[in-house]
């Protein structure tokens, strides 16, 4: 069984895979650091599943995903991500992944989800499950606003709602801050907000972060 781990934190990323390797001794683990580095692995040598950070430097893991998925609908994505929004959850269901896992989850958990996705099956972590059990509907985009929003746009409003300065935000997705700064223009006007505090309100008010959160 082959598996691409990617991740754009070369410690992170090599840490997972010596992980995986110890506790999945028949797999073979590659790994990428970016979406563009996904696509051509991918494309050269495909696997059986993708394990998929969302927070990826120029193209998002989310949208790598699509591309993936677009190009190979039987692959297999697992995302593995530090971010637990509902939200994010649902978009990358809706990005095609057949599973969600936080990295707060202990070794075994992930394990155990990797096994699950490969024999067909698909795999949220309980507490996410739970969570979109008894809120159903939030994250769907039941405010038309946010549905006006492109994916870059939308992991800008995250960033932004979290706090994060736009210098940040532009190296973390590895583009510059007068991109970022036309981004936060749009958003305003698409989001009927005339400042950030209140695009701040909208991201708690719909869900997309929850009051109290760290930045990442």
């Known amino acids: 069984m082959k598996i691409l781990l990617v991740d754009d934190h070369a410690v992170v990323r ?6 995986l390797r110890a506790l999945l001794p028949q797999v073979q683990v590659s790994e990428a650091c970016s979406g563009e580095e996904a696509l051509q692995r991918v494309q050269e040598n495909i696997p059986g599943l993708v394990i998929m950070d969302i927070g990826l430097p120029g193209i998002s893991g ?3 995903t699509r591309r993936l998925r677009q190009r190979l609908p039987q692959l297999r994505v697992l ?3 530090m971010h637990d929004e509902l939200p994010l ?9 057949a599973g969600y896992l936080t990295k707060n989850s202990a070794p075994d958990v992930l394990v155990d989800a990797v ?16 969570q979109l059990a008894c809120h159903p509907h939030v994250g769907e985009g039941h405010d038309p606003r946010l549905a006006e929003m ?18 940040q935000i532009a190296e973390k997705l590895c583009i510059s801050a007068k991109t970022v700064s036309n981004h936060m223009t749009l958003l305003k ?8 505090a209140e695009l701040v309100h909208l991201a ?3 869900g997309v972060i929850r009051v109290g959160q760290e930045s990442a």
């Open 189 to 196: 006007h698409k989001l009927q907000a005339r400042s950030q």
């Open 115 to 130: 096994r699950r996705i490969m024999a067909g099956h698909a795999y949220i972590e309980q507490p996410l499950a739970t």
């Open 89 to 97: 959850v649902r978009q990358a269901l809706e990005a095609g992944a």
């Open 62 to 64: 989310l949208e790598t």
């Open 14 to 19: 090599q840490g997972y895979a010596s992980l």
């Open 150 to 167: 492109t994916q870059r746009e939308f992991e800008i409003f995250v960033m932004l709602a979290r706090g994060l300065p736009t210098r």
């Open 204 to 206: 708690i008010d719909t």
């Open 79 to 81: 995302f593995f991500s």
